[in-house]
T-cell receptor, first 115, second 111 residues
Framework: DAGITQSPRHKVTETGTPVTLRCHQT?????MYWYRQDPGHGLRLIHY???????DKGEVSDGYSVSRSKTEDFLLTLESATSSQTSVYFC??????????????FGPGTRLTVL | GENVEQHPSTLSVQEGDSAVIKCTYS??????FPWYKQELGKRPQLIID?????GEKKDQRIAVTLNKTAKHFSLHITETQPEDSAVYFC??????????FGDGTTLTVKP
């Protein structure tokens, strides 16, 4: 699966605590993404990055921040977790123009529960 | 921003029948349209995709059509099998790399 890993894979935390999720890729993809997936909503884009230190907001960015200090790592931070942020979080990466498609490859997902 | 609508939300077919899922998009800057299959508890996997300069693409039992003027694209699965049962997502990706997903279609293929 294109060398994309996420950590942790599962996390339970309490309301008000900070949480950081990590996405790591080994294929030198230029673009990286964070999505959340909730029943009935498909995959919703939180933030994405189009290069080191270059990020932009997605449709559900409130309450989340990201950082990308090197190509292979994209961090998602919940500054103060809320119960509404309980979800499954997927990281994805792609390289426009590489190979024959612009396929987004997904990580295995992180299940976050905020109590 | 981009808005992608996907229909139907659930689809049940008999094994061997065809299944069609339709998506519409709003942003004319979208130029790449992938389809993903997601099985329960797993990550989305690309099954087929199409670029805006192509009207149709086929890969064995799966095909995708794109109508750029009407801003809609469709997934066609022929000769469905029970293992095709999953949630299918369409997406629209702009040339700036920003992607928007539909809400998904739960396909059930009854043996």
């Amino acid at each position: 699966d294109a060398g994309i890993t996420q950590s942790p894979r599962h996390k339970v935390t309490e309301t008000g605590t900070p949480v950081t999720l990590r996405c790591h890729q080994t294929e030198n993809h230029r673009y990286m993404y964070w999505y959340r997936q909730d029943p009935g909503h498909g995959l919703r884009l939180i933030h994405y990055s189009y290069g080191v230190k270059d990020t932009d907001k997605g449709e559900v960015s409130d309450g989340y921040s990201v950082s990308r200090s090197k190509t292979e790592d994209f961090l998602l931070t919940l500054e103060s977790a809320t119960s509404s942020q309980t979800s499954v979080y997927f990281c994805a990466a792609l390289s426009p123009g590489r190979a024959s498609t612009d396929t987004q490859y997904f990580g295995p997902g992180t299940r976050l529960t905020v109590l | 921003g981009e808005n992608v609508e996907q229909h139907p939300s659930t689809l049940s077919v008999q094994e061997g029948d065809s299944a069609v899922i339709k998506c519409t998009y709003s942003d004319s800057a979208s130029n790449y349209f992938p389809w993903y299959k997601q099985e329960l508890g797993k990550r989305p996997q690309l099954i087929i995709d199409i670029r805006s300069n192509v009207g149709e693409k086929k890969d064995q039992r799966i095909a995708v059509t794109l109508n750029k003027t009407a801003k809609h694209f469709s997934l066609h699965i022929t000769e469905t099998q029970p293992e095709d049962s999953a949630v299918y997502f369409c997406a629209a990706v702009t040339n700036a790399g920003k992607s928007t997903f539909g809400d998904g279609t739960t396909l059930t293929v009854k043996p």
